[in-house]
Each structure stands twice: as structure tokens, then as C-alpha cells.
T-cell receptor, first 113, second 114 residues
């Protein structure tokens, strides 16, 4: 069954604004990862947050994790046209490594120049 | 220089045919995967291999047969293709468990079954 679900399914914002995407999941996790997929391309890893972490930053990306609510958010600050892509969360369940990494349904982000 | 490469990028074929997709990674990773992405962008794990050994088979029909001749290669053979097999198939690899946890994906192989 699908583990993660992103919200919203689609998001359009003006360039320079911040974009926030949310991910909810169902079972206990070891880590949660965010990936970006440009149209017609493979997925690219953005950031990983472990279950004992609450917040992590990488450049213009900020990820939060709330294990009590089984949810995570990805914030992209000062968005650029090049950020237009689909964004997926992926959860790694406890007792497994990446072998059982399960992807969410994705948020399609469009940055309007 | 490509880390994870898969061929072909596009594949159009008739129902009932057999086809293969090849994948190679030059990252020295131990684990490789096949994922299927449907038309709604839903990405689902199909198989994962660790050092040529199958470790995950997510209830994929027997028509799909992965083969790993060595830990740098993971090929996918599909027999008796059906319309529902139309999708983008992604190969990925990752370092041993306990590493960064990051998956490295290929660019995908778009399979269209007519």
C-alpha cells in the first residue's frame, strides 16, 4: 500500500515566493527523504532526515519531521523557475534499509516567472 | 560519467512481445533496484538486489524477471507484454545500509505497449 502522500498534489507560485509541501505517512520510519523529478528525468535526492531529527537545512531547503503526527514538510525558499518539478517524499521503514524505501504520490510544483 | 545508466530510453512494442531493459551503475554500490512509475507519477518498488542477490520482490508478476550478472548491472526482462505494463521504469542504486540512505536514479526507460 502507498506509504506517503504529499499535499498539495499541485502548487503554482510566483518566482521568489516560498513553496511548502507536506508529506504524511502511515508506519514507523527510520528516515524520510525528499526527491525532485524534473519532467522526463530521473529522481534526484534532495535531503534526508532521520527519525530522531526534527529539522534539517540544505541551502534553500528546509525539512521538518514530526514523528508523532507522521508528517514532514519541505520548504523551498526564494523559489526559482528551475525549481519547477515534481517533489516526492520517500520513507524508509524501521528494520529495513533502502530496500523498502516507499515513495509518496508527489507534489507538482510550478514556479511562474 | 553517467552514474546510473539505463537503455533503451524509449521502447514501443506490441502486446505479447518480450523486451529487456538494461541498467548499469558505476558508483560501486551494492544495492540496485527497479521501480515502476505509472501515468499518475506513482512510483512503486518492483525489485531490489544486493550483491547480485534478490532481496525484495514486491508481488511483481512472473512475467517480469530481473537478472543481475554482477553487482554493477541489473537487467529487467519482461515476457508477454500487456497494455498495463506501459510505464516508465527506473533503475536505481544505493550504497550499503547505514550509509547516506540516498538512492541514485537512472533517467528512466519509457515503455509503451500497443
Amino acid at each position: 500500500s502507498q506509504q506517503g502522500e504529499e499535499d498539495p498534489q499541485a502548487l503554482s507560485i510566483q518566482e521568489g515566493e516560498n513553496a511548502t509541501m507536506n508529506c504524511s505517512y502511515k508506519t514507523s520510519i527510520n528516515n524520510l527523504q525528499w526527491y525532485r523529478q524534473n519532467s522526463g528525468r530521473g529522481l534526484v535526492h534532495l535531503i534526508l532526515i532521520r527519525s530522531n531529527e526534527r529539522e534539517k537545512h540544505s541551502g534553500r531547503l528546509r525539512v521538518t519531521l514530526d514523528t508523532s503526527k507522521k508528517s514532514s514538510s519541505l520548504l523551498i525558499t526564494a523559489s526559482r523557475a528551475a525549481d519547477t518539478a515534481s517533489y516526492f517524499c520517500a520513507t524508509g521503514p524501521t528494520n529495513f534499509g533502502n530496500e523498502k524505501l516507499t515513495f509518496g504520490t508527489g507534489t507538482r510544483l510550478t514556479i511562474i516567472p | 560519467d553517467t552514474a546510473v545508466s539505463q537503455t533503451p530510453k524509449y521502447l514501443v512494442t506490441q502486446m505479447g512481445n518480450d523486451k529487456s531493459i538494461k541498467c548499469e551503475q558505476n558508483l560501486g554500490h551494492d544495492t540496485m533496484y527497479w521501480y515502476k512509475q505509472d501515468s499518475k507519477k506513482f512510483l512503486k518498488i518492483m525489485f531490489s538486489y544486493n550483491n547480485k542477490e534478490l532481496i525484495i520482490n514486491e508481488t511483481v508478476p512472473n512475467r517480469f524477471s530481473p537478472k543481475s550478472p554482477d553487482k554493477a548491472h541489473l537487467n529487467l526482462h519482461i515476457n508477454s507484454l500487456e497494455l498495463g505494463d506501459s510505464a516508465v521504469y527506473f533503475c536505481a542504486s544505493s550504497p550499503p545500509t547505514g550509509g547516506t540512505g540516498e538512492l541514485f536514479f537512472g533517467e528512466g526507460s519509457r515503455l509503451t505497449v500497443l
